[in-house]
């Protein structure tokens, strides 16, 4: 099973931009979908983004369309997620997850802060 690390977050002006990582340890990075989830204060864990295992296949949340991108490096068990044009309403703790099945997360990192100021 993998552990996940994730880096990049911090505090930025709304219309800036972060490049989130997410580093993986193990050698079965490949073999599971992975995922960037969020939280602010008061709100329940939403997804963002999410990628299949062969980066082939995206999804994003409405409200992130347009402006983050995700992407993996397979070779450097790494996903990363860039952010731009960002809003205030953007500031939350950002999740990455990994999981072997559609649907299903099954590893969690600790997460990163990232704060939009106005």
């Known amino acids: 099973q993998v552990q996940l690390v994730e880096s990049g977050g911090g505090l930025v002006q709304a219309g800036g931009s972060l490049r989130l990582s997410c580093a993986a340890s193990?050698?079965?990075?490949?073999?599971?979908?992975m995922g960037w989830f969020r939280q602010a204060p008061g709100k329940e864990r939403e997804i963002v983004t999410r990628?299949?295992?062969?980066?082939?296949?995206?999804y994003y949340a409405d409200s992130v369309k347009g402006r983050f991108t995700i992407s993996r490096d397979n070779a450097k068990n790494t996903v990363y997620l860039q952010m731009n044009t960002l809003k205030p309403e953007d500031t939350a703790v950002y999740y990455c997850?990994?999981?072997?099945?559609?649907?299903?997360?099954?590893?969690w990192g600790k997460g990163t802060q990232v704060t939009v100021s106005s």
């Open positions: 193990g050698r079965t990075f490949s073999t599971y979908n």
């Open positions: 990628i299949d295992r062969r980066g082939d296949g995206q």
């Open positions: 997850a990994a999981g072997a099945y559609y649907g299903q997360w099954d590893v």
